[in-house]
């Protein structure tokens, strides 16, 4: 599921932009079609403009039926009568997506035996100073089995004592859940943690919800700027 807004806040109709000849939004749908990994893929939108643009080029839309908060909102709704097990949350404005990180928060739930696992998530580690200061760049923690302990804007954790070799891992906003987690999430309200970030991700952790990371080497280029768009227009 690829939840797609047209009025993103920091900016509106990115996901209209052109990267070359296609749009962002379609170079993200395809691209995800393309990895093979899913039984269907499906862009769930509150926008005509994005559903005409992803129905009239083949793809598969879905309109929103309530206004949402968050992705995850928009997604629940969506496959609330869906036959699903593992629902994955790409995000609209990641048109670079390749299989690999896909493949990776996937193999979690083939190997999560036990049933620990509610949700999985990515993360890169980032080294650029900048880049770790950057607020637009979300910073994960995590415990030494690898499940989030928190998501910031901020820097976490505070370099304090720069000599004890930490790691600076930015969070990637690709998602696996279980179908149940996500129905449970819709259902829950918003408390002051998410309010305060405006980062979905820390109502799963408010209330209980285990957060699975997994590292890749392959860094994200989403776009949340127009600086963001033409950086991704001279990679492209």
Known sequence: MIPARYAATRFPAK???LLGNKTVIRHTYDNTVATGLFDEVIVVTDSDIIYNEIMSNGGKAIKSIKEHESGSDRIAEAVEKLDVDVVVNVQGDEPFINKEPLA????VFRNDYDQ????ASLMFQITDTDEIENPNNVKVVTDQSGFALYFSRSVIPYPRDKETGVRYMKHIGIYAFRKQALLDFYSLPIKSLEASEKLEQLRYL?????????????GSIGIDTPADLEKARKLF
Not at 206 to 218: D, L
């Open 116 to 119: 620990k696992v509610d949700l």
């Open 104 to 107: 990776k928060v996937l193999d």
């Open 206 to 218: 408010e209330f209980g919800k285990r957060i699975k990371m997994v590292e890749t080497n392959q």
């Open 15 to 17: 996901l209209m932009q």
